[in-house]
């Protein structure tokens, strides 16, 4: 198999304050992950891709600032809203990247969270 | 650039009946294409890929996709369609170099009917 969760699955917040949302791979190991952000009947935004033990890299108009992002172990990656608004609620979704070998690797996503910011 | 396009916002089928989900792709060089469900407030969940070899590909839950290089197509289909089938379908390619990001399109929304 290949499990990617998310931690929390929800999450209502005040403006101002800052949340972790973190990203694990279950069964696999993980040196890349994603960070995607999805709006109401939109697709999915990539927003930055997360590296094991190194910066991430961030799509361009993502404020790395504000979307901190840290992959410290081969299956574990964290997304930090930091001083968070009303207009960062959303639902973020991550994926892990499975490599088998070559081209045949594939994203696996987690469940996502709902970040409500108040 | 590379880029997806899903021409349908949303497909209705009757329940019984075979489905189709439209996808049209370009990109530069061999397209690694992928079809991903989205059920309400989940995640997505991976159906099928194309990377190389047959044209038809099988993947979960009864869905295939058919390869199409000269229409640069990559359609999903399933022969009878279920109301369980309900759902947010999301079409991707893969970038061929750098970090192999994917490219989603914009989703097509399936309603089966009973």
């Known amino acids: 198999g290949a499990v990617v969760s998310q931690h929390p699955s929800r999450v209502i917040c005040k403006s101002g304050t800052s949340v972790k949302i973190e990203c694990r791979s279950l069964?696999?190991?993980?040196?890349?992950m994603f960070w995607y952000r999805q709006f109401p009947k939109k697709s999915l935004m990539l927003m930055a891709t997360s590296n094991e033990g190194s910066k991430a890299t961030y799509e361009q108009g993502v404020e790395k600032d504000k979307f901190l992002i840290n992959h410290a172990s081969l299956t574990l990656s964290t997304l930090t809203v930091t001083s968070a608004h009303p207009e960062d609620s959303s639902f973020y979704i991550c994926?892990?990247?499975?490599?088998?070998?070559?081209?045949?690797?594939?994203?696996?996503f987690g469940p996502g969270t709902r970040l409500l910011v108040l | 650039a590379q880029s997806v396009a899903q021409p349908e916002d949303q497909v209705n089928v009757a329940e019984g009946n075979p489905l189709t989900v439209k996808c049209t792709y370009s990109?530069?060089?061999?397209?690694?294409l992928f079809w991903y469900v989205q059920y309400p407030n989940r995640g997505l969940q991976f159906l099928l890929k194309y990377i190389t070899g047959d044209n038809l590909v099988k993947g979960s839950y009864g869905f295939e996709a058919e390869f199409n290089k000269s229409q640069t197509s990559f359609h999903l289909k399933k022969p009878s369609a279920l109301v369980s089938d309900s759902a947010l379908y999301f079409c991707a390619v893969r970038t061929t170099s750098g970090t192999y990001k994917y490219i989603f399109g914009t989703g097509t929304r399936l309603k089966v009917l009973a």
């Open positions: 994926s892990a990247r499975k490599i088998v070998q070559g081209p045949q690797e594939t994203q696996y």
């Open positions: 990109v530069s060089g061999n397209p690694y």
């Open positions: 069964d696999f190991q993980a040196t890349t």
